[in-house]
């Protein structure tokens, strides 16, 4: 198969071509040439579009897709087609499924259903036994099975020497914790961020100071074992502080933030739809201004779409009971380009965080790219969602920007 993309304008910083339109040709999965002008052979397949752009393959990582045990949410074939729709060349999956993902055996069940898929599938195993907090899964056998990293899926790990031991231990084989900060003690009922909209709306809130404590905590456990940690997501101004601090001391850390958290606010409450509960909780205005520094200066590493499918009986419930959660990935490049810059987007969208092999976009490389347009205007409605599941907190808002689709290989979807 050769590929032809012609008159694409180029976003990749580390590239000579940066900001500049070029053709890209690719044989059966290998960029071969990169030139101002190619000219098309006759078994070229052509691929034109209105203002293209391309990058790097982007890259997700924090999704889930109910599969096993909750496919009635997302499967993880319907799941990786609204990945590839996305724009999404590779996802991190994390356990949010039935059993867990805290054996070698989940993990080869997962990759075989991932397996000719266009967007592939890199599994985060459980950090500990079922995701429970009290013993370690088997970190090592499922490294070897292909475990990507380890954590418990938006679950702190209470005990302070059980996270000390993994941070440890993976050092052995050189793996990746992912520790979600969030205090249970200090949370305690809360659903919603402890602030003026809370205190109006009658809703329990959750401080910030119950992320802030945790994220000390962990920070000072990965000082003392020398280990590398990932932060999945953080919500609020100090977390910020905390790990640019952290950054400084050079600790092995990186971190992420949900583009809900990049976008809006705890204002979005006051209609009381259940698709903006979500964990983290959305915050003030001043935390979300702090994360859109933190992307800014670089300590924040990474954007996720936080794709989290919920049943629409789970979520159709009085705001206190429904299930946190909302759908991400066909929003998530049209959201992020009304507060950042295409560039800022591109980059935080293609950082793999040390995990996957660098995919340069030169010749003799796998062609791992994404292609899209990024000044179409839109809303994003019902016709737009793809996932089995609809709970998706942007619904109705205005985007900016649409994907035309990847190249991953010999495979693609344009």
Not at 35 to 59: A, C, F, M, R
Not at 230 to 245: D, G, R
Request: aromatic share 6%.
């Amino acid at each position: 198969m050769r590929l032809l993309i012609k008159h694409a304008t180029l976003i990749d910083k580390d590239n000579a071509f940066h900001n500049q339109k070029i053709d890209i040709e690719i044989t059966n999965g290998v960029i071969t040439a990169i030139e101002k002008d190619i000219t098309p052979k006759e078994d070229n397949h052509v691929i034109t579009k209105e203002n293209l752009y391309v990058s790097k393959g982007w890259i997700d990582t924090s999704v889930v897709f109910g599969e096993p045990g909750y496919e009635t949410t997302e499967t993880i074939e319907n799941g990786l087609k609204v990945a590839a729709k996305s724009g999404f060349t590779d996802v991190f999956v994390h356990s949010n499924t039935n059993p867990a993902i805290d054996n070698q055996s989940v993990i080869h069940l997962m990759q075989n259903k991932a397996q000719e898929k266009i967007t592939q599938l890199h599994v985060v195993g459980c950090m500990t036994k079922n995701a429970g907090g009290v013993d370690l899964a088997e970190l090592f056998d499922m490294k070897n099975a292909g475990a990507i990293a380890f954590g418990d899926y938006k679950k702190p790990t209470p005990n302070a020497n059980l996270l000390k031991i993994a941070l440890q231990y993976t050092q052995d084989f050189d793996a990746t914790i992912f520790a979600f900060p969030m205090n249970k003690d200090i949370k305690g009922k809360g659903f919603v961020n402890e602030g003026i909209v809370s205190t109006k709306l009658g809703m329990k809130g959750i401080p910030a100071l119950a992320e802030e404590l945790d994220l000390e905590r962990n920070l000072s456990l990965l000082a003392y074992t020398n280990g590398k940690m990932h932060v999945p997501m953080i919500s609020t101004k100090k977390s910020v502080e905390l790990l640019k601090e952290a950054k400084a001391k050079g600790l092995h850390i990186t971190c992420g933030v949900s583009v809900n958290n990049l976008v809006l606010t705890d204002e979005e409450l006051t209609n009381f739809n259940s698709n903006t509960r979500l964990m983290p909780p959305l915050r003030s205005e001043t935390d979300r201004q702090a994360l859109i520094e933190g992307i800014l200066d670089g300590t924040i590493d990474v954007i996720t779409s936080d794709h989290c499918p919920v049943n629409v009986e789970n979520k159709s419930l009085e705001y206190d009971l429904a299930d946190d959660g909302s759908i991400g990935l066909e929003s998530i490049f049209g959201a992020l380009q009304k507060v950042l810059p295409l560039e800022v987007v591109v980059e935080k969208l293609t950082h793999h965080l040390g995990l996957l092999k660098e995919n340069p976009i030169r010749t003799g490389t796998k062609a791992k790219l994404t292609l899209f347009n990024p000044t179409t205007d839109w809303t994003f409605e019902p016709k737009n969602i793809t996932s089995f599941s609809k709970n998706a907190i942007m619904l109705g808002k205005k985007m900016k920007g649409e994907v035309y689709g990847i190249i991953n290989g010999e495979k693609s979807n344009l």
